[in-house]
């Protein structure tokens, strides 16, 4: 049984760093896109960044420059760096594994997701 579990969120103030995991279990991905997606009550998920197998990256515009997403395939983990934190960067972030190769901003296009860790940006 495939699970993705997400740590490292928490409450941070405006400018601060957080460093978010999600550790893979039950199956390797080594050549899956994978990614980062956040939600907020209310809205739908919201793409934040992701990464192919050859360590190619795609970050949404609202996060360029501040966040970086990583993998260790190795450790069979993503990771997602997130300096310069801003109020609007609350939400509670998802991990997930892409169905394919390439990298897609489409949830949908993700078909193994984790329970989600809450960050709280205070200004």
């Known amino acids: 049984q495939v699970q993705l579990v997400e740590s490292g969120g928490g409450l941070a103030q405006a400018g601060d760093s957080l460093r978010l995991s999600c550790a893979v279990s039950?199956?390797?991905?080594?050549?899956?896109?994978m990614g980062w997606f956040r939600q907020v009550p209310g809205k739908e998920r919201e793409f934040v960044a992701a990464?192919?197998?050859?360590?190619?990256?795609l970050y949404a515009d609202s996060v360029k420059g501040r966040f970086t997403i990583s993998r260790d395939n190795g450790k069979n983990t993503l990771y997602l760096q997130m300096n310069s934190l801003k109020p609007e960067d609350t939400a509670v972030y998802y991990c997930?594994?892409?169905?394919?190769?390439?990298?897609?901003?489409?949830?949908?296009?993700?078909?193994?997701w984790g329970q989600g860790t809450q960050v709280t940006v205070s200004s």
């Open positions: 997930a594994v892409g169905r394919a190769t390439y990298i897609d901003t489409d949830p949908h296009q993700y078909d193994y």
């Open positions: 039950g199956r390797t991905f080594s050549r899956n896109a």
């Open positions: 990464i192919n197998w050859v360590q190619g990256t």
